[in-house]
């Protein structure tokens, strides 16, 4: 068995922006006070936003409802969240973005970042890509990571404007720069496959790092596979192996596929065939082809697992079903040595398996 190469990965995205995210986290005590008029309704704003986040949203409501009236734009802001997500109130989209809209015109720049979403993904409005658009970018301007990534994402994809990589990498490098974790994957992205930027391994390397230190599975995943190939880093296999852990843990289908290669052939571990059978198994569950084939072959050989040809040709015609079709000639090979009545039994479990979604595979 060959280690898996570098996969051709795409940029991520996220759907939703989170009202307490990382910028704005830090930043959103300091942004009502610059919206404030008075002691008074610095006062009421923070009783407000207090119960918001101990999520008692009714007496929230009570408290940021009359100042979102009175034109506040951070309560006007708070108010769109409770409605897109019916929180104190009944979930309306559409009074989502009235408030949305109604904050980002006085230059709320989390109220873009949300109203660019909704625009985006047609929440309580038309989908309009140049809309979100404009929001991502007003929003972005002010430095708010998420906004950033954001437009970096629209910009790969061509939506709302002309896809421009180099855009993209430019925005992406802005939040990047701002610890935020799926600008600083995709940036890696851009430099492993040189688009936007010159390609350089070393640069991808360090980016995918970052990325990896802040639980991204994906870019653990793909670290690992740069100290597996020596690209951008020294080879190394304990480090492969580090990486491959992390991201298989974090349920990473991909990553657990290889970490059992590298069980199965004692790269960067000791050799350990049930080891490496208990992480093909777990990718396997998740639909990754390599780790059914892989399986389908541990139990064909009794490694790791007592021999066992029905699972055996299970698993190598999921495999196949599933695009792997290399390992073709290995189901003909084992139905030469089964009885008929074996093979209708291993078509059946795999017809079981397969459409339980991999719940219901024995």
């Avoid at 599933?322 to 291993?346: Q, Y």
């Amino acid at each position: 068995m060959e280690l898996v190469s570098m996969v051709d990965f795409k940029p991520v995205g996220v759907s939703w922006p989170d009202e307490f995210s990382s910028s704005i986290r830090a930043a959103i005590l300091a942004v009502a006070v610059s919206f404030t008029s008075s002691m008074s309704i610095a006062q009421e704003f923070e009783t407000g936003i207090r119960a918001y986040r101990a999520g008692d949203y009714e007496v929230a409501l009570q408290d940021l409802l009359p100042l979102a009236d009175r034109g506040h734009a951070i309560s006007q802001y708070f108010l769109g969240i409770m409605y897109a997500n019916g929180r104190g109130v009944h979930m309306d989209e559409k009074e989502a973005v009235r408030w949305y809209r109604l904050a980002a015109d006085q230059n709320n720049a989390f109220a873009q970042l949300h109203l660019g979403n909704m625009y985006e993904l047609g929440r309580g409005t038309l989908k309009d890509y140049k809309e979100a658009l404009k929001w991502y970018r007003s929003a972005a301007e002010k430095r708010i990571a998420e906004a950033q990534y954001k437009l970096g994402i629209m910009y790969v994809e061509g939506r709302g404007t002309l896809a421009n990589d180099q855009e993209s990498a430019r925005w992406f490098r802005l939040a990047a720069d701002q610890g935020y974790a799926f600008a600083q994957f995709n940036l890696g992205i851009m430099y492993a496959k040189g688009e936007g930027v010159p390609a350089d391994d070393k640069e991808a390397a360090k980016w995918f790092r970052l990325a990896a230190g802040q639980r991204i599975a994906r870019a653990q995943f793909i670290l690992g596979d740069m100290y597996a190939e020596g690209r951008g880093v020294l080879a190394d296999d304990q480090q492969a192996v580090r990486w491959y852990r992390l991201a298989a843990k974090q349920g990473d289908a991909g990553a657990q596929s290889t970490l059992g290669v590298m069980y199965e052939l004692g790269k960067g571990v000791v050799e350990d065939d049930q080891e490496a059978v208990r992480w093909y198994q777990l990718a396997a569950k998740q639909g990754d082809a390599r780790a059914q084939a892989n399986l389908g072959a541990m139990y064909a050989n009794g490694t790791g697992v007592p021999v066992n040809n029905i699972k055996a040709h299970m698993w190598v015609s999921i495999a196949t079903e599933n695009g792997f079709d290399t390992v073709e000639m290995h189901r003909r090979t084992m139905e030469s040595r089964m009885t008929s009545t074996d093979i209708s039994v291993a078509v059946q479990a795999a017809n079981t398996c397969m459409s339980s979604g991999y719940r219901n595979c024995r």
